[in-house]
Each structure stands twice: as C-alpha cells, then as structure tokens.
C-alpha cells in the first residue's frame, strides 16, 4: 500500500476545475468528504483514515471546490448544489459509476443529497458530524464561520469548539491549519460561500420528505460532546432515515476520526465491508 501525504496528492479535471485529490490502495471504491472548517483539506480532514482504510478499499480523498488546493473559480456561486456537482464531475473524470461515501460534517451533507439525488451511485453512507433536520447553528458553527485569521485564533477555534482533550491541538496542527487557512484567496472565499448573498453556501435544510423515502444503508457516527454538530442532529437523521444506525463515541468532539482515529476506522470499516 502506498502511504500518501498532502504534498503527494494528484490533480484531476471535474467539471472544468482542477481538483486536488488522494487515490490510495485497492478495492470498492470509498469517497471521502471533508468538512468546511477554516484551513481544511482532504488530508487535513482525513489523514489518520486514509491510509489504514485504503488496505481494504480503493480509498478517494478530494478537496472541495472552494477547499484547499482545489482551484476557486472566481465566477462561481457557492452552494450545496455546486459542491454536489463537483463530487459528481470528480466521480465521473475518474469513471467510478458507483462508491460509498463518509461525509464528515458539511461532506456528510453533501453525501445525502447525492444519494438522493443519484441512490443507485450510492452503496453506503458514514455520515460523521453531520448536520440533520431542524439544526440551527450552534456556538461553535458559528465561532467557525466568523474566524478571523490568525495563530492564536486558530489554537482557541481548535481548543475550543473541536476536540474534548485538547493534548491533541499541537502547535504543530494549530500551525499547519493556520497556513492554509491564509494562503492567497483562501479566507476571501471562506468567507463570501457562507455569508455572501451571492453564495448559498450556508442553506443545508433537508427536505424531510425526501430524507423518509432513501433507502440508501447509512452509519451515523457522532461524537457525544460535539460542540459544532450537536449529538441531537445525529439522533434526528438517525430517527428521519430509513435505514441508519448510529455510533456515539463519549469523550469526543466533532473530530472522531482524529480524537478515535482507530476506533472510527474500525467501526467504518466493519460497516463498509459488512
């Protein structure tokens, strides 16, 4: 198995954008779906999962339109319809007719409408934070969106809001987060997809109907003192899908596959491969 890094990512055209992405191991197809915390990437989100996931699965890794070293389009509007396009194009640049798909918090988001969208391009979901009917923004999806950029806001962002035991913030992952999140154009367009009128970055409302009708086999994994994504969103899905079960990790903020890397993995896997 290849063990991949950020710097040996690849670039791929999806619908006319050059898209940052992972491709590592073999196997069913997994896709997975970062979240939108200021400074994320695929391999900022995912790089405790890539590489024990990718011994049993084809494992794909994509920076969002908007997202890291993915390109930003000036003339493109924000919103989860554009976010779901561009999973789509990227899908289809590599000829992957159908995957399953781990969402992590705005990912997760992203998951749903694709599998409602297209269910029979959707084995499985994991959906890991993420937001569920009637959620409003809670204290920390709001410190998130009003970030301003710098080192000691990005350690108290970290601290704060995304991790239970704050021994995992390293002056190491606070920098890191911290660079990417003010490389050229980055915050601008942080900022304009979810508080620009011109973007709909922010509008992620469910259509309950639609959530009551796929079919589609879905874990939903929650970290039980998650401050950005509340536990009750989970339980909302979970008691809204057909077909879902639920997964709570205690002592566990938004970051379950960082805070229980190897139990999330676990767990992931079992449900992936069952």
């Not at 070293?69 to 976010?83: G, M, N, V």
């Not at 569920?132 to 709001?142: C, F, H, K, Y």
């Not at 704060?160 to 911290?178: G, S």
Request: with cysteine.
């Amino acid at each position: 198995m290849t063990v991949t890094t950020e710097n040996a990512g690849r670039t791929i055209e999806a619908n006319g954008i050059a898209t940052h992405y992972h491709d590592v191991g073999s196997g069913d197809p997994v896709l997975l779906l970062h979240g939108s915390g200021p400074g994320v990437s695929a391999w900022a989100n995912w790089q405790r999962v890539i590489p024990p996931l990718a011994e049993s699965h084809r494992v794909l890794a994509l920076d969002i339109v908007g997202f890291g070293h993915t390109d930003r389009p000036a003339d493109i509007r924000y919103s989860l319809q554009t976010w779901v396009d561009h999973v789509w194009g990227f899908l289809d640049a590599l000829g992957i007719e159908r995957a399953s798909i781990v969402g992590n918090s705005l990912g997760g988001r992203i998951a749903v409408a694709m599998a409602i969208q297209q269910p029979e391009r959707v084995s499985k979901m994991v959906l890991m934070g993420s937001p569920g009917p009637g959620m409003t923004p809670s204290e920390g999806l709001i410190a998130l969106r009003g970030y301003e950029p710098s080192y000691e806001a990005m350690r108290e962002l970290l601290v704060t809001y995304f991790a239970v035991d704050p021994t995992i913030i390293t002056p190491e992952l606070v920098q890191i987060r911290h660079e990417a999140s003010v490389a050229p154009g980055v915050h601008e367009t942080y900022r304009a997809m979810f508080s620009d009128p011109e973007h709909s970055g922010a509008d992620l409302a469910f259509n309950l109907d639609e959530l009551a009708q796929l079919a589609t086999p879905t874990l939903i994994v929650h970290g039980r003192e998650d401050r950005v994504i509340p536990l009750e969103s989970g339980i909302s899905m979970l008691t809204t899908l057909p077909n879902a079960d639920l997964h709570v990790f205690s002592r566990c903020g938004h970051w379950t596959q960082i805070e229980r890397s190897g139990e999330f993995v676990a767990v992931v896997d079992q449900f992936l491969s069952s």
